[in-house]
């Protein structure tokens, strides 16, 4: 078997060719740390298994972060492998630069020009290149076929190749005068990575002398690409990621209400429009062809009254036929959080908000963490793994679940619309804008206490703007979709049976139905007291919460059960409004209360789990407890302020208050920004020698 490893900087198109070479499916995307650990697979090709190590992109063998040690360590354990060495043709010279760093270090390298423009900055003459560096030289026009069938050719001759010494003429431009005794027998790379101070290497050799000489290292590379590109390149104009976009996206002025009016207007589409018309076709189907005949069918074979009946007319089609009713809501979010990525705005915002973020000990790397906590906060923590420092991943770790998840919107929606109706794009907004400020004054609180941040490196590459395809958009639409049908129809159709279960049950395990007397009715009445001061002491609501811990969308469906409801929101909505329901809520104090504390409270099981694995026991058990006393301390003054209000005729002032508090936090971040803005927007994808700072 043939081992190989695709290496690139983030954004060259690596990921794009390891599914082209493997035939598979992996999650591309525009972000410097998509891939966060190596991926392999294993293919054929002309009858010899091939197996393909996808690296996290790189941009030189001195790794800044966790994705970089990986690729690193991983290229340094078998300088012998085939690499197969991925650049965006519109940004050769940045690229090339970690070509070079592989061709000290000796590996045996395919070089793919990737020209993932139609128009690239420059025109590539391939013999040419190849001739000067000495390796063989692939141009590759997005999946091209034959490219892709010439890169594995030239894999199977590889293959018994060893280690590699290339001419590299800007060696003899280095001063290695400075070097200790015991290093002149060394290796190129090795020496040339004393010169850059480069800590693994030093601690391998068991050097502690510091050389300092790192900036002439990188002048003798970029002098030497630079001779390459004039002689092989032509028509090179413009900046890598450079639009006329930028003047107005990336103005200081308007940088921060573009972007929120972007995220309104998303969640506008998919809650209240679109969305919600979507929503309300689906349910109508589900309820037509699936919900009804299948009650039916029940009562004809078992009666009425059989507990059986009740077990599939409520648990399962009330529980699980009201979550999947906001299936089309679920994938609109991915998808918009999607677009945002792939059309290369993601990240323009990350460098945006990196000045801001840093106040509170947070970086640009951060955002993309926080979005992604939006969809889901399994999936954002994982992406927190790319930060170099310890205590920044375990805060914005941290901070991910503090975003409103896809999962909580069902609870919004139902218990937002019973009370607030056609104003409750003012709630949702408001406990969005609520889990975003909590978690920013918590990160500064850290950031001065216990968990205060080093200076951190943020090399971002501005991707060009990109149209999002229609394959790649029907992909995504495909792979929530599953996921979210896949998620309802295991984990919560569980917990719904359970959760039925111990509320049509006594502990004599006797049928209680409605009646009363069941074993969680008697547990949850034991704790509702706690949640009397916040304004919700009903059982039901305490129980659906706690079922909830695993997975937030069993909230919803946890109250349709107990309600003996049937599917419809609309329905479920209606029970809460009446006293004589299992669950509901004495008014929109209560309510409001009970959205505040689902947004805040702790995070499901998979996120707890995750954030074991990622930061550590203690510092996922703090931050549980962080989570349950803050959704607690806010409920409790969100319920009596609330309660004032209505007390001497301020109903309507709270939506005021909360919209007022919105544009208030939108005008300080964007003063922030204004007095601490960057003057040059592309001063990360310069080149080392820039000097606009």
Same mark, same amino acid.
């Given at each position: 078997?043939?081992?190989?490893?695709?290496?690139?900087?983030?954004?060259?198109?690596?990921?794009?060719?390891?599914?082209?070479?493997?035939?598979?499916?992996?999650?591309?995307?525009?972000?410097?740390?998509?891939?966060?650990?190596?991926?392999?697979?294993?293919?054929?090709?002309?009858?010899?298994?091939?197996?393909?190590?996808?690296?996290?992109?790189?941009? #030189?063998?001195?790794?800044?972060?966790? @994705? !970089?040690?990986?690729?690193? &360590? *991983?290229?340094?354990? %078998? =300088?012998?492998?085939?690499?197969?060495?991925?650049?965006?043709?519109?940004?050769?010279?940045?690229?090339?630069?970690?070509?070079?760093?592989?061709?000290?270090?000796?590996?045996?390298?395919?070089?793919?020009?990737?020209?993932?423009?139609?128009?690239?900055?420059?025109?590539?003459?391939?013999?040419?290149?190849?001739?000067?560096?000495?390796?063989?030289?692939?141009?590759?026009?997005?999946?091209?076929?034959?490219?892709?069938?010439?890169?594995?050719?030239?894999?199977?001759?590889?293959?018994?190749?060893?280690?590699?010494?290339?001419?590299?003429?800007?060696?003899?431009?280095?001063?290695?005068?400075?070097?200790?005794?015991?290093?002149?027998?060394?290796?190129?790379?090795?020496?040339?990575?004393?010169?850059?101070?480069?800590?693994?290497?030093?601690?391998?050799?068991?050097? #502690?002398?510091?050389?300092?000489?790192? @900036? !002439?290292?990188?002048?003798? &590379? *970029?002098?030497?690409? %630079? =001779?390459?590109?004039?002689?092989?390149?032509?028509?090179?104009?413009?900046?890598?990621?450079?639009?006329?976009?930028?003047?107005?996206?990336?103005?200081?002025?308007?940088?921060?209400?573009?972007?929120?009016?972007?995220?309104?207007?998303?969640?506008?589409?998919?809650?209240?429009?679109?969305?919600?018309?979507?929503?309300?076709?689906?349910?109508?189907?589900?309820?037509?062809?699936?919900?009804?005949?299948?009650?039916?069918?029940?009562?004809?074979?078992?009666?009425?009254?059989?507990?059986?009946?009740?077990?599939?007319?409520?648990?399962?089609?009330?529980?699980?036929?009201?979550?999947?009713?906001?299936?089309?809501?679920?994938?609109?979010?991915?998808?918009?959080?999607?677009?945002?990525?792939?059309?290369?705005?993601?990240?323009?915002?990350?460098?945006?908000?990196?000045?801001?973020?840093?106040?509170?000990?947070?970086?640009?790397?951060?955002?993309?963490?926080?979005?992604?906590?939006?969809?889901?906060?399994?999936?954002?923590?994982?992406?927190?793994?790319?930060?170099?420092?310890?205590?920044?991943?375990?805060?914005?770790?941290?901070?991910?679940?503090?975003?409103?998840?896809?999962?909580?919107?069902?609870?919004?929606?139902?218990?937002?619309?019973?009370?607030?109706?056609?104003?409750?794009?003012?709630?949702?907004?408001?406990?969005?804008?609520?889990?975003?400020?909590?978690?920013?004054?918590?990160?500064?609180?850290?950031?001065?206490?216990?968990?205060?941040?080093?200076?951190?490196?943020?090399?971002?590459?501005?991707?060009?703007?990109?149209?999002?395809?229609?394959?790649?958009?029907?992909?995504?639409?495909?792979?929530?979709?599953?996921?979210?049908?896949?998620?309802?129809?295991?984990?919560?159709?569980?917990?719904?049976?359970?959760?039925?279960?111990?509320?049509?049950?006594?502990?004599?395990?006797?049928?209680?139905?409605?009646?009363?007397?069941?074993?969680?009715?008697?547990?949850?009445?034991?704790?509702?007291?706690?949640?009397?001061?916040?304004?919700?002491?009903?059982?039901?609501?305490?129980?659906?919460?706690?079922?909830?811990?695993?997975?937030?969308?069993?909230?919803?469906?946890?109250?349709?059960?107990?309600?003996?409801?049937?599917?419809?929101?609309?329905?479920?909505?209606?029970?809460?409004?009446?006293?004589?329901?299992?669950?509901?809520?004495?008014?929109?104090?209560?309510?409001?209360?009970?959205?505040?504390?689902?947004?805040?409270?702790?995070?499901?099981?998979?996120?707890?789990?995750?954030?074991?694995?990622?930061?550590?026991?203690?510092?996922?058990?703090?931050?549980?407890?962080?989570?349950?006393?803050?959704?607690?301390?806010?409920?409790?003054?969100?319920?009596?302020?609330?309660?004032?209000?209505?007390?001497?005729?301020?109903?309507?002032?709270?939506?005021?208050?909360?919209?007022?508090?919105?544009?208030?936090?939108?005008?300080?971040?964007?003063?922030?920004?204004?007095?601490?803005?960057?003057?040059?927007?592309?001063?990360?994808?310069?080149?080392?020698?820039?000097?606009?700072?």
């Amino acid at each position: 078997m043939i081992q190989a490893n695709l290496v690139g900087n983030p954004n060259t198109g690596k990921t794009t060719l390891f599914n082209s070479l493997t035939s598979s499916n992996e999650h591309v995307g525009n972000w410097h740390g998509v891939t966060v650990e190596e991926k392999a697979k294993v293919y054929k090709f002309n009858s010899q298994e091939i197996r393909l190590v996808d690296l996290p992109g790189i941009y #030189s063998l001195s790794p800044l972060s966790y @994705e !970089e040690e990986v690729a690193t &360590r *991983y290229i340094l354990k %078998d =300088k012998t492998t085939p690499i197969i060495n991925i650049c965006d043709a519109s940004n050769l010279e940045r690229n090339l630069y970690l070509t070079l760093g592989l061709m000290e270090l000796g590996c045996p390298i395919i070089l793919v020009i990737n020209q993932i423009d139609k128009r690239p900055n420059c025109k590539i003459n391939v013999s040419k290149l190849s001739s000067m560096l000495g390796i063989k030289v692939i141009l590759l026009n997005a999946s091209d076929k034959k490219a892709v069938s010439e890169i594995n050719s030239q894999l199977l001759k590889l293959k018994n190749n060893g280690e590699v010494e290339y001419n590299l003429p800007y060696i003899k431009e280095i001063d290695f005068s400075c070097l200790p005794s015991n290093l002149m027998s060394a290796s190129i790379f090795e020496k040339i990575k004393y010169l850059e101070d480069d800590e693994y290497i030093k601690n391998r050799l068991a050097i #502690s002398e510091t050389a300092g000489r790192a @900036e !002439e290292v990188a002048v003798a &590379r *970029y002098d030497y690409i %630079d =001779k390459v590109i004039k002689a092989c390149c032509s028509e090179k104009v413009g900046v890598y990621g450079r639009s006329k976009l930028d003047k107005i996206l990336l103005n200081r002025f308007l940088v921060i209400p573009i972007f929120l009016c972007f995220m309104a207007l998303a969640f506008y589409l998919t809650f209240f429009s679109v969305g919600k018309w979507l929503s309300e076709g689906l349910n109508y189907l589900l309820d037509r062809f699936v919900g009804g005949p299948l009650t039916n069918l029940a009562v004809r074979h078992f009666g009425e009254g059989a507990w059986i009946v009740g077990l599939i007319k409520v648990a399962l089609v009330g529980g699980v036929g009201s979550l999947l009713s906001f299936l089309p809501q679920v994938a609109m979010l991915f998808f918009f959080l999607s677009l945002l990525e792939d059309s290369g705005y993601l990240a323009r915002v990350a460098f945006a908000t990196d000045d801001i973020l840093g106040k509170v000990g947070l970086s640009g790397k951060s955002i993309y963490t926080l979005l992604m906590g939006f969809g889901c906060s399994t999936t954002a923590i994982l992406t927190a793994r790319n930060m170099e420092d310890k205590n920044s991943k375990i805060k914005t770790s941290l901070l991910a679940p503090y975003m409103s998840c896809s999962a909580k919107f069902p609870i919004y929606a139902v218990i937002g619309g019973a009370f607030f109706g056609a104003n409750n794009i003012f709630v949702i907004m408001g406990l969005y804008l609520l889990g975003i400020v909590v978690a920013v004054t918590l990160s500064y609180l850290f950031e001065k206490s216990v968990l205060k941040s080093k200076e951190q490196s943020f090399i971002l590459e501005f991707p060009p703007y990109r149209m999002i395809s229609g394959k790649r958009t029907i992909k995504i639409l495909w792979q929530n979709i599953k996921l979210f049908v896949v998620r309802v129809g295991s984990l919560i159709f569980a917990m719904n049976i359970i959760v039925w279960l111990l509320s049509n049950f006594s502990f004599t395990f006797g049928y209680v139905g409605n009646g009363g007397g069941s074993m969680l009715e008697k547990m949850g009445k034991v704790i509702a007291p706690v949640f009397a001061p916040i304004g919700f002491n009903n059982w039901g609501l305490v129980s659906a919460l706690i079922a909830g811990l695993v997975a937030k969308e069993v909230v919803v469906s946890s109250i349709a059960m107990f309600n003996g409801i049937e599917g419809a929101s609309l329905d479920i909505q209606k029970s809460l409004l009446s006293s004589s329901s299992v669950v509901f809520f004495a008014g929109p104090c209560s309510a409001i209360s009970f959205l505040v504390f689902a947004l805040l409270y702790s995070p499901c099981l998979a996120s707890i789990s995750v954030l074991s694995k990622e930061i550590g026991k203690k510092w996922t058990f703090i931050g549980v407890i962080v989570q349950l006393l803050v959704a607690y301390i806010l409920s409790f003054v969100v319920y009596n302020f609330s309660r004032l209000a209505l007390l001497i005729g301020w109903g309507r002032v709270i939506i005021a208050i909360c919209t007022f508090a919105a544009i208030v936090l939108a005008l300080v971040v964007l003063v922030m920004h204004i007095k601490r803005g960057k003057s040059c927007p592309y001063r990360d994808t310069c080149s080392k020698r820039c000097k606009k700072k």
